[in-house]
């Protein structure tokens, strides 16, 4: 795995973490605290159950680093701009493709499963989400009818890689394509409202 994707994918989440803070009246710290939760909960809790020791951000606190010193440009940057509602969708969006692969590659390199590559590579990608609208005291993204096509887009995307690596191993481009088919399907539910059906009973 690249530093820089895994640095990357770490500092996306990280803005996600911060915008969501947005008009919950948060200070500092814990504007800081949602976004490192954002950005190493969903890894964390791949490598445990991975059996992986220590965690990635505990080997290497540099991604503890890029998370805090993006959280704190982003925190500065919003106070004097205003970031439209969308901004969230779009950098969940990017870190939940970014993740998704991150965690479905590391899942492989430890001789897991297709299957068990494909569950953690969407661990990695929402749990961290999770998480942080926890911390916020709401219903998180992923469990909402209407978040259109989340943890659906992150399986779509691990599943394709994990065909690709296994009936194409020579090939080169299937992180970016799997990136690519989950940050698309992403933005074109949002954009569209496309979504799973809602669970009803009848009465």
């Not at 890029?66 to 970031?83: I, K, S």
């Not at 965690?103 to 299957?115: I, T």
């Amino acid at each position: 795995m690249s530093f820089w994707f895994e640095h990357f994918a770490v500092a996306v989440c990280a803005i996600s973490g911060v915008l969501a803070a947005t008009d919950r009246k948060v200070d500092l710290f814990g504007v800081l605290v949602l976004a490192i939760v954002t950005a190493v909960g969903g890894g964390t809790i791949r490598d445990l159950c991975l059996g992986v020791r220590p965690v990635f951000w505990v080997q290497d606190p540099s991604h503890i680093v890029t998370a805090t010193l993006t959280a704190l440009v982003t925190f500065v940057v919003a106070r004097y701009w205003t970031l439209p509602h969308k901004a969230l969708l779009i950098a969940d969006a990017f870190g939940l493709a970014l993740f998704t692969i991150v965690g479905v590659e590391k899942s492989l390199l430890y001789q897991s499963s297709g299957l068990i590559a494909i569950l953690l590579g969407v661990v990695t990608g929402v749990a961290g989400g999770m998480l942080r609208d926890v911390l916020r005291r709401e219903v998180p993204l992923v469990f909402k009818a209407e978040i259109y096509f989340y943890a659906t887009a992150a399986s779509a995307g691990a599943l394709i890689y994990v065909l690709l690596a296994r009936f194409a191993p020579a090939f080169t481009g299937g992180r970016e394509i799997s990136m690519l088919v989950i940050l698309v399907l992403r933005l074109a539910a949002i954009g569209r409202k496309w979504q799973l059906p809602e669970f009803r009973v009848r009465g």
